[in-house]
């Protein structure tokens, strides 16, 4: 009889499917999810799926909702974070005014200025929700599904949050991306697997007790495996070590392939844009689901790859789980810093969250992320200091934008997202007394560029 509120749950594909997973075990059948969006539509579309969901599965939960954070959080045992701040019009700004320096992306969304941008929005609607957590649910375990993880991560723990952790798929979505790759039955890989959120490395790869390494480094020889995930494998091969989330992320957390021009973005095919593809596409789809909101028939439900509600059944009734989740450090990775938000094997049982440890990194993989930790430190200090000079540095120390922009195009980039986004993000100024004065500029709005792209795609 647990209470789970979810934040954000206008994400309709998303809260449906994290439903159907906690209303699967049987223990949850008579619980109550709350569901909290800021858009009624969708909330409204939303419940009505959920309801649906609950109905196929045969669970009898008390399924409500809300536009009011208060009353989703009161008394909650459980919260789920799966929020997008901007919308669809701040990542066009975090696209478009980059790419006027010369500098694109493919989801923009973790790291680099998008990812720093996007974390910068989130971050006045995360301390809102640090404080009202504290005040209706103190004790709730809080899950974050919202990117940038390891960005966000870092603000709940900056703001006492402590029993928190985020959660991703790309661990376990990567683990059987790789087990169908070497051609086994599906569950059947054993791994170990450690790093920092969308950048993590798999350490070991075991089936049966025996490497599968080496089958791996030979199906990056074989074009008709390789022509799936052209970058990752290219990335095996340079690192030693396959990575978790996509060829179309990891093509912007490094210089080694979009700043070399069209022949190598062509050579690993890289999907320049790809974010604003799938935004574009969920318009259509949205519609689509709205229209559907209505139909009362029960829908079946297959489990999702998600790790929440594992984390709720082992937390709350005892039964031991291993997921990978993304908390403090503290020592799990001996080669990392305590405050860095790492993600490892993580052991959830009653009343219990914590990292496993896992030693020091391969040098490899630790020079691989530690660009990306430092930028997630710049971050936390500008929004805790609204030191300008903070945003520069993170972006001049992030490997894709210094390989393509100068210091001055940095510092200009920078200052043109500030003024765009307006007060979304946390007042910024500058600290460094001797620096030239900021330059005016007339950046588009985001309902312009929302305009100018449905326009081109009508076109």
């Known amino acids: 009889m647990i209470k789970v509120a979810m934040i954000g749950a206008g994400s309709m594909v998303f809260s449906r499917n994290l439903t159907g997973d906690i209303l699967s075990y049987p223990a949850f059948h008579h619980s109550s999810i709350y569901y909290m969006d800021i858009d009624s539509d969708r909330l409204s579309a939303a419940l009505a799926w959920g309801r649906r969901v609950a109905a196929g599965i045969g669970a009898k939960p008390t399924i409500d909702g809300s536009t009011s954070l208060s009353a989703a959080l009161q008394d909650a045992d459980a919260v789920i974070i799966m929020i997008q701040v901007g919308g669809f019009g701040s990542t066009l700004l975090d696209f ?177 844009d790809e974010y604003l593809r799938r935004c574009d596409t969920s318009e259509t789809e949205f519609a689509a689901l709205m229209k559907s909101a209505n139909d009362h028939t029960p829908l079946p439900h297959t489990p999702s790859p998600e790790y929440g509600a594992k984390v709720i059944h082992a937390y709350f009734c005892g039964a031991p789980e291993i997921v990978y989740g993304n908390m403090p450090n503290h020592g799990a990775i001996t080669n990392l810093p305590a405050q860095t938000i790492v993600e490892t094997p993580t052991m959830v049982g009653r009343g219990i969250i914590r990292l496993t440890a896992v030693g020091n990194l391969p ?71 001797h620096a030239s004065a900021i330059s005016p500029f007339d950046p588009p709005t985001a309902e312009q560029l929302i305009a100018a792209r449905r326009a081109s795609r009508k076109a």
């Open 96 to 272: 478009e005014i980059p790419r006027k320096y010369g500098l694109n992306f493919t989801i923009a969304d973790t790291t680099g200025p998008g990812g720093l941008f996007r974390a910068l929005r989130t971050y006045p609607v995360l301390v809102q929700l640090c404080r009202a957590i504290q005040k209706h649910c103190p004790d709730a375990l809080v899950i974050n599904y919202t990117n940038p993880m390891s960005m966000n991560m870092g603000v709940f723990v900056d703001q006492g949050i402590s029993r928190v952790v985020g959660l991703c798929h790309s661990v376990q979505g990567t683990a059987d991306r790789i087990t169908w790759y070497l051609g086994l039955p599906p569950g059947s890989l054993s791994f170990e697997c450690a790093g920092i959120n969308h950048m993590a490395g798999f350490l070991s790869l075991r089936h049966n007790g025996v490497d599968q390494y080496p089958r791996l480094f030979n199906c990056a020889q074989n074009p008709e495996v390789t022509k799936h995930d052209r970058l990752r494998f290219d990335l095996l091969e340079r690192l030693g070590f396959f990575m978790t989330e996509s060829s179309e992320h990891h093509a912007e957390y490094n210089p080694w392939y979009i700043p070399h021009g069209p022949k190598s973005i062509s050579r690993y095919e890289v999907p320049l």
């Open 363 to 433: 040098l490899p993989l630790l020079g691989y992320i530690q660009p990306h930790v430092l930028g997630h430190d710049f971050f936390l200090q500008a929004v805790k200091t609204g030191n300008r000079d903070c945003i520069y540095q993170a972006c001049m120390f992030d490997p894709l934008t210094a390989s393509m922009l100068t210091p001055d195009q940095i510092t200009a980039m920078c200052d043109e997202l500030i003024l765009a986004h307006g007060q979304s993000i946390p007042s910024l100024q500058r600290r460094i007394l």
